[in-house]
């Protein structure tokens, strides 16, 4: 329940300036360098907002919005708009004025949402829930309206992260992969990236180099180079029988029993998306272009044409030692913060790989 400023001491150390104790468990902040402004989520839906002093000595609570229902899962203080963006536990997502306390409006999303992100120049913002999806609203001064949805995960989206230059949305979920989501230039399309064993938990993006932060449960920082022109995963084709050799899939009983072959499992190659069986496709390979760093199945003959040239990573990987559930990345000093599982906080110089 406690909330604490850590100052780097003259010895190298850091220690904690500030010990304050809420009323209820800390569940997200946010934190603006320009007000000083902290803006802190708590379990039972309160956001609390407090002001730190210039020697980060003194913290001042200024207000309280009463948000949501439940667990605030997502907190964003917005300068330009003087808003306060949050989400809930409680399947909403609302937004107040930071000047007069006051509540402007709400959406109710599908799902508990984990991820939240906002455009300042469209005042577009992207809400990801348990779900799986993504969702766009734009938001006036007291109202909102439904732009679209993106349904891409087979698991809840644990985070997101936009990019407004490029205008790419990256989307993290717990079924281990993240989705690149091309809104403004090439407009519908999704690139899939796969670097983790486990759910992605926290996205940052390095807008000076294009490089995207990828942090995961299985303790993994994965650094991508998405400076490259990469390739969009094809859709699975359906069939009732191998698209290579023509040998009936086990629900096939016609074929089955027309040709007296015992039916096999269908498989997919991971390049073509044609539909094959075991003996088709018993070859691996990384794509990393199509975003598999890791060894996928394809089929024989798209086997044989990935070159040397096209296996090379696009991606690095960094193993952070402990289960991560929260990254922070500052660009300016190329560090980055990661909190665990273990309730320890790692600094990390990023300078040698994102750069």
Request: proline letters at 3%; one cysteine or more.
């Amino acid at each position: 329940r406690t909330v604490r400023v850590w100052l780097k001491r003259d010895s190298g150390q850091y220690w904690p300036s500030i010990y304050h104790a809420m009323p209820s468990p800390c569940s997200c902040m946010s934190f603006n360098p320009e007000t000083r402004r902290l803006s802190i989520g708590l379990d039972n839906g309160t956001i609390s907002e407090f002001i730190l002093s210039e020697d980060y000595n003194k913290m001042t609570l200024v207000k309280s919005y009463q948000a949501h229902q439940s667990r605030v899962m997502m907190v964003l203080f917005v300068l330009e708009m003087e808003w306060v963006l949050s989400t809930g536990q409680d399947k909403h997502f609302t937004w107040h004025c930071s000047e007069s306390g006051q509540r402007l409006g709400g959406y109710r999303t599908s799902a508990g949402a984990c991820g939240l992100q906002f455009d300042v120049e469209t005042r577009h913002v992207f809400v990801g829930d348990h779900s799986g999806q993504v969702t766009i609203l734009k938001l006036e001064q007291e109202s909102c309206s439904l732009v679209t949805t993106f349904k891409g995960h087979t698991g809840g989206v644990t985070a997101l992260c936009w990019d407004p230059v490029q205008r790419v949305l990256f989307s993290g979920s717990s079924d281990h992969s993240i989705i690149m989501w091309d809104i403004g230039g090439r407009k519908g399309t999704a690139i899939e990236l796969q670097g983790h064993n486990d759910k992605v938990q926290s996205l940052s993006y390095a807008h000076h180099t294009r490089q995207l932060i990828s942090c995961g449960a299985d303790g993994g920082i994965v650094v991508w180079n998405m400076d490259v022109e990469r390739q969009e995963t094809p859709e699975w084709l359906d069939s009732d029988s191998c698209q290579k050799c023509d040998q009936p899939f086990f629900w096939n009983f016609k074929q089955m029993w027309d040709s007296k072959k015992i039916g096999l499992r269908q498989h997919h190659c991971r390049k073509c998306g044609k539909a094959v069986c075991g003996k088709c496709s018993s070859k691996r390979s990384s794509i990393p272009l199509m975003g598999f760093e890791f060894e996928v199945r394809v089929c024989d003959s798209c086997h044989e044409s990935i070159t040397d040239e096209e296996r090379a990573p696009t991606a690095t990987f960094h193993d952070s030692k402990h289960n991560i559930v929260h990254v922070h990345f500052d660009a300016t000093r190329g560090w980055l913060l990661t909190s665990g599982t273990d309730k320890v906080i790692k600094l990390w110089d990023m300078t040698p790989v994102v750069s």
